[in-house]
T-cell receptor
């Protein structure tokens, strides 16, 4: 039982390049999330998926796209990377029965992205 | 006004003392509240959650919730150097959690 896994762990991109961050969970959770974390800013939600087949924008969605490939996997794509997207990206998942209490989110180890 | 506010610190506490971390939130409809701990360079990990007004204790940690005043706090008794970390408060929003910016706590031996 690996929990939440993310790949890659670290990536350097040049401005304008594209890349996809991968996330997978093996806890059979309904909901998955992508956050970015910058110094002094806490965790900011980029996109989330409340259940398989649905995705919604979070607080800072501009410049990103997501795909909920199946119940296990939720990917984040940067189509044209910018230096402002230099950050640490965390994926998380939670059980979250629809309409119920928000339940604990479990985080992956993070991806450190540097855009030059 | 931010939805979830924390004092960013740093908060410095001597070893063995009680560390008190506070968080206020703006959405009166929030029903679930979480405290996460994040060590430098690591991902957040859950310490406690609380749903009801009052105190909830787990070992050296106590979470306190006051919905009328819209604040939630975390007390750490007998603080240890290993408690030095950033503590994130998270509050239920619509289908998601809203995180505060975190309080950096340092326990001094």
């Amino acid at each position: 039982n690996a929990g939440v896994t993310q790949t890659p762990k670290f990536q350097v991109l040049k401005t304008g390049q594209s890349m996809t961050l991968q996330c997978a969970q093996d806890m059979n959770h309904n909901s998955m999330y992508w956050y970015r974390q910058d110094p002094g800013m806490g965790l900011r939600l980029i996109y989330y998926s409340a259940s398989e087949g649905t995705t919604d924008k979070g607080e800072v969605p501009n410049g990103y796209n997501v795909s909920r490939l199946n119940k296990r996997e939720f990917s984040l794509r940067l189509e044209s990377a910018a230096p402002s997207q230099t950050s640490v990206y965390f994926c998380a998942s939670s059980e979250n029965p629809v309409g119920g209490f928000q339940e604990t989110q479990y985080f992956g180890p993070g991806t450190r992205l540097l855009v030059l | 006004q931010k939805e979830v506010e924390q004092n960013s610190g740093p908060l410095s506490v001597p070893e063995g003392a009680i560390a008190s971390l506070n968080c206020t939130y703006s959405d009166r409809g929030s029903q679930s509240f979480f405290w996460y701990r994040q060590y430098s360079g690591k991902s957040p990990e859950l310490i406690m959650f609380i749903y009801s007004n009052g105190d909830k204790e787990d070992g050296r940690f106590t979470a306190q919730l006051n919905k009328a005043s819209q604040y939630v706090s975390l007390l750490i008794r007998d603080s240890q150097p290993s408690d030095s970390a950033t503590y994130l408060c998270a509050v239920q929003g619509a289908q998601k959690l809203v995180f505060g910016q975190g309080t950096r706590l340092t326990i001094n031996p």
